[in-house]
């Protein structure tokens, strides 16, 4: 992975950045993700290694962080590999959803995996409620919770198979834990050249490699000026990348929207996730006349499969557009991607970067998952907020649990 | 369809409202999508009727206004309706999805329609053209553009079926026309209810029913506070509006995005997609704890199908979720949409609105549309902009266009 920055730090930061580097490796020894990279991985292939071989569906119950990653590793993967599984997931309480999502699997080649931090959240219990009312049979279960929960004592009192999520590994920061490994090692998913793409962006952070000045200059860039550039547009020029941009999305405003330490101020960065170069045409025009209050980070495909040329035929008039002839639909997509960093440095005042992986495969979404996991760190601890909690979301769970009960009267 | 304000304009706004309104209706006389509702569709009707019923799948080849509002609509309705034919769009210029979606498709059983209004879409004839070197047969496309267009011309020379869009009616404005409408009836949707829907709207506004005022209301609240509440969130309770708010935010976005009239200075609105309750797992804190930057309007189905009950078991360790038990899920993800509404409302700086639709049907959906398109040109004309252009996305296009021209010489 390369990535290069289109602005400039002006200031002499050597003092904030050795700051800020000291902080985030004194994080390191208790928050738990930095550190997934390097775990114990034999269980997990283990259970995938001898899973039942009749099984051809992972259903997993779970919503935001137990659900985001894996979702976004699974389909950018997808067009690439033959998987052994399909991946599906229970995210909603929608009723046409759930009768849906019903109508896809066949009960007998599906297994199920409820995956929640807390073991309280109503979405996933609701709907596993539901399914588990039909069938009880124990080993078409998986659970991956916190040790200690009241799923954990579930999942023990009914003898199903059983997975621990960290305790210090948030919930939108575990896709690299057990909460992301399990389902998509059970579809075949190369879990360890996942790992080995994650670690190498570690090592290269934590160990003077390249990309530990970029992260420090980018982090304090987008901390310095959080006031005028409030969002930070993530425009990823594969299609593959779709539910990549909406873990970003969890990961970037669930971390960064807070309340600042020791006060009453509410500080956020706003993340948006566009995917190029379908979105040219629909948010491009904001971004480039609107209102100047957004960066726009590329993700660009530097290898693209498969080789697919747009065939050398002249159209009646069409003629004009001849000039695409002969050109691989791969070489076309960066060519666009590069035309809109062109027009955006022109304007001079849209902080620019780009993002390069080589290729579609399990090591390269492993560094990008791990390159913004620690940009989101970096800027949280800038910020002077609590990069891991989420407060803000315990009211309207507390409200719908009042209405709840009054029904129940 | 109902809309509950619960922000207020406090001053007296008599005069301004009517000069909008005068200047809207002063509009509606040479900006076309106005009067979409009272067009005759009978030829669409007629051509849907008598299709070829050996088609199984309808592709379209369309990008940005000429996809996002079909998408939208037959996305919505697809779990509730018995679709004569599938609806697939080719949108990209990935060379992974692209073949991924031939792989889909059953040639013989697929009709492709092209829509790009200029006809000079980079994305949409390149596509077309690696599908019509193999299939080269005129009854297997249906074109729809501007009349004199040069994709015009095309379809005139090979002989196939041809509808125009007006003129006067912007590609992201143009769903309801036959950019929307024919490839929606040739899936068996009902465009005559869509249009019923619609047409209640723009009677209610232009005829002083009840949304006039609430729109009025609505559109100068925006616009007086751009500056403050300069992001506008969309968070609809219903996992078939996904695609719905994909279409919202070009529309508000690619409208609301611009240099002023007569000046220098960049204004824009920006639109955010979320869908409940899944989104209250990932950006609901960065809305309630950060930046107060954000007004959020509420989407919420009255009536949800099918009836689906939470089981009335009891699990061991998880009997404190048993306050869910006999709740029906259309109850549950309502009661989810009004438990954040509350909470927001507590928070008080938070400009809230809700939005209710009576069900999942074609008449809802012609509502949902024409009021957005009518709230984004009340927006538009009170922050001086031109809401109907889009210049700023011809920049990438030209150097591009020098990129490729390079690559020939």
């Known amino acids: 992975m390369k990535n290069r920055l289109y602005f400039n730090n002006l200031d002499n930061l050597e003092n904030i950045k050795e700051e800020l580097f000291n902080s985030i490796k004194e994080e390191k020894k208790y928050i738990g993700y930095y550190n997934l990279p390097k775990q114990d991985i034999s269980s997990i292939l283990e259970y995938a290694d001898s899973f039942d071989r009749k099984i051809k569906n992972i259903v997993v119950f779970g919503i935001g962080g137990s659900s985001l990653g894996a979702k976004a590793i699974y389909s950018f993967l997808k067009p690439i590999k033959d998987m052994k599984r399909r991946l599906l997931f229970f995210e909603s309480t929608d009723p ?203 993700i660009k495909i530097k290898e693209h499969k498969p080789t697919l040329k747009i065939p050398d035929i002249t159209l009646p008039h069409l003629e004009a557009l001849d000039i695409l002839n002969g050109i691989e639909f791969g070489d076309l997509i960066n060519m666009q991607c590069d035309s809109i960093i062109e027009a955006l440095l022109n304007e001079k005042e849209i902080p620019t970067d780009e993002v390069i992986i080589p290729r579609v495969d399990e090591k390269s979404i492993g560094e990008l998952i791990y390159y913004y996991e620690l940009l989101t760190s970096l800027v949280g601890h800038l910020l002077n907020i609590d990069t891991y909690n989420q407060n803000g979301v315990e009211a309207g769970k507390i409200i719908l649990k009042e209405k709840l009960a009054k029904l129940k009267r």
Chains 1, 2 share one sequence.
């Open 96 to 298: 046409l959803n759930i009768s849906e999502l019903i109508k896809e699997i066949d009960m007998d080649k599906t297994h199920f995996i409820v995956i929640s931090k807390s073991g309280r959240t109503v979405e996933t219990i609701s709907v596993f409620k539901y399914i588990y009312a039909k069938n009880q049979k124990s080993d078409s279960y998986t659970i991956i919770t916190d040790k200690g929960s009241n799923l954990d004592r579930f999942a023990k009192s009914i003898g199903s198979k059983l997975f621990y999520i960290p305790s210090t590994v948030g919930g939108r920061f575990s896709v690299l834990s057990a909460v992301g490994l399990v389902p998509l090692a059970l579809c075949g998913i190369d879990i360890k050249a996942l790992l080995k793409g994650a670690k190498k962006i570690k090592k290269s952070f934590f160990e003077d490699g390249e990309i530990k000045s970029i992260l420090l200059n980018k982090a304090i860039f987008y901390a310095k000026n959080h006031e005028q550039y409030s969002i930070n547009t993530l425009f990823a020029y594969s299609e593959g990348l779709k539910y990549f941009t909406e873990w970003y999305v969890q990961l970037w405003g669930e971390s960064l929207g807070k309340i600042q330490k020791n006060s009453i101020l509410n500080i956020g960065l706003t993340p948006i996730g566009l995917i190029g170069s379908k979105d040219q045409h629909s948010f491009l025009q904001l971004i480039m006349e609107g209102k100047r209050d957004k960066s726009v980070t590329f």
